[in-house]
Structures are given as C-alpha cells and as structure tokens.
C-alpha cells in the first residue's frame, strides 16, 4: 500500500542519542546521525484508573493516573568500525515505554530498541532495571522488553479499541524528550486512518495523527484517550527541522495488542 502523499516526508521518531557514536535511523532522511532522530496486552488497570474511567477526565487526571506506567528507556548500542579499522563503534540512545502488565513487560518502539547490546529500564519512582528483549517487530515498529519488577511495582495501562478512536478527541501523550522524564503534552487527534512507514520499510496502517507535541526520546510512549486508554505508541513526526511542528503519528492501538500478543506467546 503507497503511503499517503502527505506523508511522504515523515521522519522516524528515533531514540535521542545520549552519547558520542550513537545512531538513531530515520525515514526520508539521508542519515542516521543522531542529530536527526526526529521521528512513542491489556490487564487489569489499577485500582484508581479503573474507578476513573466512567468518564473523561482531564489532562491532569489522566497524567496522575498513568504515569506510573510509563517508563524510560536506555539503550546501549554498537555497530561496525568505521571503515574496517578501529574498535567497533558505540553509542547509547533513550526513549520511553509503558507497562502492560505485572509480570514486567514495557511495549516501546522497535526502533528503539533496535541494534541495542543492554537495555535499561527507570520506572516513574526512579528504580532502574536491566531489561531484555522479549521480541520485536520491525515491520509495525513494536517491541516488548521484559524486567523482573516485583507486581508491587508495576502498574500496567490498558489498550483501547483504536477502531473507536474520532478525530478532534483529546489526547494525552507522556515520555521522556530530549531525557526529561514524565512529560506530559496534550492535544486533539487530528486525523485517523493514516499510512505510515515503518523502520524496514513497510507500510504501517490505521496511525493516528495528533498535534500533541511529541519530540525525540518520545518513541515508544503511549498516547492515551480522555478515559487514560492507550491508543497507540507515540512514534514518528512529519518535520522538515528535526523538531516537533504539531503532526505526530502513533501506531494504532489494536495493531500493537495484536502484535504484542503474538510475542509473548512466543517468549
């Protein structure tokens, strides 16, 4: 399926590189240098969220309600010596993620954590973990990395029909841009249906497209629905300069269910 002609300059909203070496890829870019990283299965909710949900809340209810389920992530990475001489080069990079269940899954972008050699994962409370990656799908830009949290500490968000999702709704996106952890940004949908493309190229349907500011190191974060519902991860934006001009792009909601599902029962 060609990809919508408005979408045809979109860049992929890649993980902020954080150290010298580090690469982040990108879509209708010529490079991966790091200074253009422009591209973010439900369970029960916690108790809070659950009581809330009967009607919409707003943007501050919401942010209260999820942001002990989004998570950053830190990743290691090491690709080829340039030119066949030297050490292999290396770098970090950092995007978000959210919880989706007690057992220490994080959904985040695959672009995230692509070529990654160790994973880091800070829960909202500041307590860091190792991950590792339970599976990861280049095609709908979706993966899952698993920690071992005790439940305790955990507090899984919960998908929405992404189906039902209406243009000039409300949005909530939460992650951590450029590094600065729990931002929350709001805004509208500004459009359904769209066509994507994905780190390898393939065509990712039904994205959501928002205004809600959304900028590198966003990846892999939820956007959420006025009832605290994710539908979608926050993962590419439309820009020219690298930086956020109000049209950002999430993986529809019922594609990511549907792909993580498939992962962990594989896992």
């Given at each position: 399926?060609?990809?919508?002609?408005?979408?045809?300059?979109?860049?992929?909203?890649?993980?902020?590189?954080?150290?010298?070496?580090?690469?982040?890829?990108?879509?209708?870019?010529?490079?991966?240098?790091?200074?253009?990283?422009?591209?973010?299965?439900?369970?029960?909710?916690?108790?809070?969220?659950?009581?809330?949900?009967?009607?919409?809340?707003?943007?501050?209810?919401?942010?209260?309600?999820?942001?002990?389920?989004?998570?950053?992530?830190?990743?290691?990475?090491?690709?080829?010596?340039?030119?066949?001489?030297?050490?292999?080069?290396?770098?970090?990079?950092?995007?978000?993620g959210f919880v989706?269940?007690?057992?220490?899954?994080?959904?985040?972008?695959?672009?995230?954590?692509?070529?990654?050699?160790?994973?880091?994962?800070?829960?909202?409370?500041?307590?860091?973990?190792?991950?590792?990656?339970?599976?990861?799908?280049?095609?709908?830009?979706?993966?899952?990395?698993?920690?071992?949290?005790?439940?305790?500490?955990?507090?899984?968000?919960?998908?929405?029909?992404?189906?039902?999702?209406?243009?000039?709704?409300?949005?909530?996106?939460?992650?951590?841009?450029?590094?600065?952890?729990?931002?929350?940004?709001?805004?509208?949908?500004?459009?359904?249906?769209?066509?994507?493309?994905?780190?390898?190229?393939?065509?990712?349907?039904?994205?959501?497209?928002?205004?809600?500011?959304?900028?590198?190191?966003?990846?892999?974060?939820?956007?959420?629905?006025?009832?605290?519902?994710?539908?979608?991860?926050?993962?590419?934006?439309?820009?020219?300069?690298?930086?956020?001009v109000g049209i950002?792009?999430?993986?529809?909601?019922?594609?990511?269910?549907?792909?993580?599902?498939?992962?962990?029962?594989?896992?």
């Amino acid at each position: 399926m060609p990809m919508h002609p408005k979408l045809k300059a979109t860049a992929l909203f890649a993980a902020a590189a954080l150290g010298g070496g580090a690469v982040a890829a990108a879509i209708g870019a010529t490079t991966r240098a790091a200074p253009r990283s422009t591209a973010v299965v439900s369970q029960t909710p916690t108790a809070a969220l659950a009581s809330a949900t009967s009607s919409s809340l707003t943007a501050g209810e919401i942010y209260r309600h999820t942001v002990p389920g989004v998570v950053q992530i830190r990743v290691a990475t090491q690709g080829g010596a340039s030119g066949g001489f030297g050490p292999p080069v290396s770098g970090s990079a950092q995007g978000t993620g959210f919880v989706i269940d007690t057992h220490g899954d994080i959904v985040t972008n695959e672009h995230v954590v692509a070529d990654a050699i160790s994973i880091r994962v800070t829960l909202s409370t500041g307590v860091t973990y190792t991950a590792r990656l339970v599976g990861a799908n280049a095609s709908e830009d979706v993966a899952v990395v698993r920690i071992a949290a005790p439940a305790s500490a955990l507090h899984p968000l919960r998908f929405a029909d992404s189906r039902s999702v209406q243009v000039g709704a409300g949005v909530v996106a939460i992650g951590d841009p450029y590094g600065l952890t729990d931002t929350a940004t709001s805004g509208i949908v500004s459009a359904v249906g769209r066509t994507i493309t994905s780190p390898n190229n393939h065509p990712i349907t039904g994205a959501i497209q928002t205004d809600a500011a959304i900028n590198s190191g966003n990846s892999g974060g939820p956007l959420l629905d006025a009832e605290g519902l994710v539908i979608g991860i926050n993962s590419q934006i439309e820009s020219q300069s690298g930086g956020n001009v109000g049209i950002g792009f999430a993986v529809p909601a019922n594609t990511v269910r549907a792909t993580v599902a498939q992962m962990l029962v594989s896992a």
